[in-house]
Nanobody
């Protein structure tokens, strides 16, 4: 069974940077879309950034110009570069991959365990 492992979270001061990684333990036959989500204490889980199989990207308004999503297809690894971090970016960040493992007709969503990002003021 596939397992997504997130890393790169930590504690940084406002204005600092972090790069999150999401690596799949099993290689996907095909990836349709990958997304980064975050959930702050007491709030819902929100979409931060997505990248499609065609390379198209979209970002939440709150992170535009500061965050960059990317992928390494050969390694089945995805990244979220976070610059100019703000205290309001503090949250648990999750990766989500929509893809196929054994059949192209069977695409499912897979979630990572989350990694904590804390930005101090």
């Amino acid at each position: 069974q596939v397992h997504l492992v997130e890393s790169g979270g930590g504690l940084v001061q406002a204005g600092g940077s972090l790069r999150l990684s999401c690596a799949a333990s099993i290689r996907f036959l095909r990836v349709n879309r990958m997304g980064w989500y975050r959930q702050a204490p007491g709030k819902q889980r929100d979409l931060v950034a997505i990248i499609t199989s065609g390379g198209s990207t979209n970002y939440a308004d709150s992170v535009k110009g500061r965050f960059t999503i990317s992928e390494d297809n050969a390694k089945n690894t995805w990244y979220l570069q976070m610059d100019s971090l703000k205290p309001e970016d503090t949250a648990v960040y999750y990766c989500n991959v929509a893809g196929s493992l054994t059949s192209l007709s069977d695409s499912r969503n897979y979630w990572g365990q989350g990694t904590q990002v804390t930005v101090s003021s």
